[in-house]
């Protein structure tokens, strides 16, 4: 147990504020039009978004990457900021962020409004309530000794609470594939990055126009109550309810975020 917090903060001492170019955060990039990134959830992949990019990039540059694994709200935030700098031709995008990544997209929407066009919060929240649920987590992670590899396992035998009663098992094969990626260091520091995470008091402050996507069906948070709570103090905020589906759901084949985006956006023309 101390080894292996001895090594993560070996690892987080080194990676810490290196600019994007030095660490692998896999940027990729498809598709014309204004900036688009998406922000990965808990498995700190990108891969997940492999449904959604082509609709997107009908009428957007939409570019995805990877999280940097010994590291704080702080940095990646910074992270995120360098993606936009990176991708944007004019240093402004629009963010969507999903679950733990709604959490990274909303506290840099306070951190740097001036690039960010547009924000998209899907099945996320200000704050991630019950506490102890993270606290049970990150200890089981950290104190059993079980091969890394069992998580897929528990993947598979959640799937049925986790994915959308749409979901293919194909797609669900596949998510099981590309979360296999993700390492203990990486779940278990961002764990810990969410039980310092609140930005529920300065919700207020963000500017830019902001869409919560929420399943009504999400068994691991609340998020039609929280996408409320939130568009409740955010100006101009909207909220739209995904019916019938589950906390993963944009593997779900009839899930478009291209033409969900086109819509809102088609409001404010």
Not at 77 to 105: C, K
């Amino acid at each position: 147990m101390r080894d292996f917090h001895a090594t993560l903060q070996a690892i987080s001492a080194l990676r810490r504020h290196l600019p994007i170019h030095m660490y692998d955060a896999c940027v990729r990039t498809t598709g014309a039009g204004p900036s688009l990134v998406l922000v990965p959830g808990m498995d700190g992949t990108g891969k997940l978004f492999y449904r959604q990019v082509r609709s997107l990039a009908r009428r957007h540059r939409v570019a995805t990457y990877t999280l940097r694994e010994a590291a704080t709200m702080e940095d990646l935030v910074t992270d995120l900021a360098d993606v936009i700098r990176t991708v944007a031709p004019d240093r402004r995008a629009t963010v969507v962020g999903e679950s733990f990544g709604g959490a990274v997209a909303l506290s840099f929407a306070l951190a740097h409004p001036e690039p960010l066009e547009r924000l998209v919060i899907l099945n996320s929240f200000p704050r991630f309530l019950p506490q102890y649920r993270l606290r049970l987590a990150a200890w089981v992670l950290a104190a059993i000794p079980f091969p890394w590899q069992a998580m897929t396992a528990v993947r598979r035998l959640t799937a049925s609470r986790l994915h959308s009663r749409y979901t293919h098992a194909r797609e669900i094969r596949r998510f099981l594939v590309l979360t296999a990626r993700t390492t203990r260091v990486g779940y278990l520091q961002r764990l810990r990055i969410l039980r310092d995470y609140d930005v529920r008091h300065r919700l207020g402050e963000i500017r830019a126009p902001t869409l919560f996507l929420a399943s009504d069906r999400d068994h691991l948070v609340p998020s039609v109550d929280q996408a409320r709570y939130m568009a409740a103090r955010i100006p101009g905020a909207t909220v739209r309810v995904l019916e019938g589906h589950g906390h993963i759901c944009l593997i779900a084949p009839n899930i478009d975020l291209g033409q969900i985006l086109q819509e809102w956006t088609g409001r404010y023309s």
